[in-house]
């Protein structure tokens, strides 16, 4: 069965670094998430991503996030210089093409990420 | 705003138990509901979803009723096993948009 993978499963990196993490979507859908789990509190939307364009964030996605589908396979998510508060699991999700508002989104185990 | 509130775990069960995880929301519009699990090690997986007030969601035994009137999507199972061991996720997606709105989570663990 088809599915969403994230790699590195953990990373450790310290404060003021850029990390990438990076999302295999399931090959043949269109539409591209990320969400974050800081530990204890809800899961929360960062992104859409379709054509190769943002169709929606939220506020806490802001000029320190960028996401990118640099080839045909991956999507990743680009934090250009980590906060403390950054450290929390953080899953990618992709649907079909068509109704984006009704398809479900499926989504990859996480990547947490410690921020020292 | 959506929001989403989940009962506090960790839950946990004798095999056989009976299972309710409550789940409430706040929304405008008409959202669409669902429960997601999560297993040790693996990503969410959708386990049932509501896109209207009435619907009965189920899948694997588990159920849930969206119910406009106390803004609720409770889930429930007659009766768990082991294997129903996870975190489970209330969510809901207002209309006209890409994003889930989850809760907390709720870990359950079910003993032998």
Redesign the interface.
């Known amino acids: 069965e088809p ?2 993978t994230q790699t590195p499963s953990h990373q450790v990196t310290q404060m003021g670094q850029e990390v990438i993490l990076r999302c295999v979507p399931i090959s043949n859908h269109l ?1 591209f ?1 990320w ?1 974050r ?1 800081i530990l ?6 960062l992104v ?1 991503f379709y054509n190769n364009e943002i ?2 964030k ?1 506020e806490i996605f802001d000029d320190q996030f960028s996401v990118e589908r640099p080839d045909g396979s991956n999507f990743t998510l680009k934090i250009r210089s980590t906060k403390l508060e950054d450290s929390a699991m953080y ?1 990618c ?1 992709s649907s079909e093409g068509g109704n ?3 398809n ?7 990547t947490r990420l410690t921020v020292l | 705003g959506n929001s989403v509130t989940q009962m506090e775990g960790p839950v946990t069960l004798s095999e056989e138990a009976f299972l309710t995880i409550n789940c409430t929301y706040t929304a405008t519009g008409y959202p669409s509901l669902f429960w997601y699990v999560q297993y040790p090690g693996e990503g969410l997986q959708l386990l049932l979803k509501a896109t209207k007030a009435d619907d009965k969601g189920s899948n694997k035994g588990f159920e849930a009723t969206y119910r406009k009137e106390t803004t609720s999507f409770h889930l429930e199972k007659g009766s768990v096993q082991v294997s129903d061991s996870a975190v489970y996720f209330c969510a809901l997606r207002g209309s006209g948009t890409y994003k889930y709105i989850f809760g907390t989570g709720t870990r359950l663990k079910v003993l032998a």
């Open positions: 599915e969403v539409y998430y969400y789990q204890g509190q809800k899961v929360e939307f859409s169709s929606e939220s899953f999700a984006p508002y009704y479900e989104q499926f989504f990859g185990p996480g």
